[in-house]
T-cell receptor
Framework: DAGITQSPRHKVTETGTPVTLRCHQT?????MYWYRQDPGHGLRLIHY???????DKGEVSDGYSVSRSKTEDFLLTLESATSSQTSVYFC???????????FGDGTRLSIL | KNEVEQSPQNLTAQEGEFITINCSYS?????LHWLQQHPGGGIVSLFM???GKKKHGRLIATINIQEKHSSLHITASHPRDSAVYIC????????????FGKGTHLIIQP
């Protein structure tokens, strides 16, 4: 299995608090992605990175920011969490912009 | 934006049955992917297709580019095949050119 670790795996927090999710890879892949998965929707891209300090927005980027200061780490931050951001978040990596992508095990985030 | 539709949304079958899951999309693509998501949540890539047919074990994936349609077949289904199967299409143009279907929830009963 591709070496991808998401942390935390589960988090419950309150509206208005900042939240940071971490994705760590040991594969030295160039591309890293953050998706969210919600009932009734397919996976939707939040942000992605194509290198250290190189990031771009995805389909549902409002309310989220990302940072990538090292090849192996991609952080997703919710500056002020809202209940609409309750979701399961997946990190993925790939060697180039295409497939196959390898996915992390997901982070279940609940905003109360 | 490409629209991806999967059918059926839910499917319950008996062990041993032949399973077909369908995926259609609205705009031409460079590739189509089938993914499997197990009840624990992990997602794995099964196939990447740009034309024709691919087979891996009991899984077969086909694509018809002209009709904008792909099918995933499972032969001799087994309870361990129970999972959500997700179709995703690559419309090109960057990492945000990937569109995922909502998934087909498959349950194989013993």
């Amino acid at each position: 299995d591709a070496g991808i670790t998401q942390s935390p795996r589960h988090k419950v927090t309150e509206t208005g608090t900042p939240v940071t999710l971490r994705c760590h890879q040991t594969e030295n892949h160039r591309y890293m992605y953050w998706y969210r998965q919600d009932p009734g929707h397919g996976l939707r891209l939040i942000h992605y990175s194509y290198g250290v300090k190189d990031t771009d927005k995805g389909e549902v980027s409002d309310g989220y920011s990302v940072s990538r200061s090292k090849t192996e780490d991609f952080l997703l931050t919710l500056e002020s969490a809202t209940s609409s951001q309750t979701s399961v978040y997946f990190c993925a990596i790939s060697e180039d912009r295409g497939w196959p992508q390898h996915f992390g095990d997901g982070t279940r985030l609940s905003i109360l | 934006k490409n629209e991806v539709e999967q059918s059926p949304q839910n499917l319950t079958a008996q062990e041993g049955e032949f399973i077909t899951i369908n995926c259609s999309y609205s705009v031409g693509i460079s590739a189509l992917h089938w993914l499997q998501q197990h009840p624990g949540g992990g997602i794995v890539s099964l196939f990447m297709l740009s034309s024709g047919k691919k087979k891996h074990g009991r899984l077969i994936a086909t694509i018809n580019i002209q009709e904008k349609h792909s099918s995933l077949h499972i032969t001799a289904s087994h309870p361990r095949d129970s999972a959500v199967y997700i179709c995703a299409v690559d419309s090109g143009g960057g990492a945000d050119g990937l569109t995922f279907g909502k998934g087909t929830h498959l349950i194989i009963q013993p």
